[in-house]
Nanobody
Framework: QVQLVESGGGLVQPGGSLRLSCAAS????????MGWYRQAPGKERELVAA???????SYGDSVKGRFTISRDNAKNTVYLQMNSLKPEDTAVYYC?????????WGQGTQVTVSS
């Protein structure tokens, strides 16, 4: 079984930065893909960013140039550095790990961007 624990959410002013972390435990394989999704009230969950075990990233259009995803395979941890935050980035951010066509989700961490 795989467990994901997120940390790093909180309240930040517009233009500020936050760094999210997600630590995975259990049977993690080298072929896994880890990523971040977010869900705002009344909206569908959307991809923020994902990264392969080889370090190849992909980003949602709304965060390109502002967010950076990275991964430490030795620690089975994925990070999301969020810069130039906007009020529309406010959402619950979920970590996801996918391996062998099975998805595992974290419990979510709230990010609120407000003055």
């Amino acid at each position: 079984q795989v467990q994901l624990v997120e940390s790093g959410g909180g309240l930040v002013q517009p233009g500020g930065s936050l760094r999210l972390s997600c630590a995975a435990s259990g049977s993690i394989f080298s072929s896994s893909v880890m990523g971040w999704y977010r869900q705002a009230p009344g909206k569908e969950r959307e991809l923020v960013a994902a990264v392969t075990s080889g370090g190849s990233p992909s980003y949602g259009d709304s965060v390109k140039g502002r967010f950076t995803i990275s991964r430490d395979n030795a620690k089975n941890t994925v990070y999301l550095q969020m810069n130039s935050l906007k009020p529309e980035d406010t959402a619950v951010y979920y970590c996801k790990l996918r391996q062998y066509y099975k998805d595992y989700w974290g419990q979510g961490t709230q990010v609120t961007v407000s003055s």
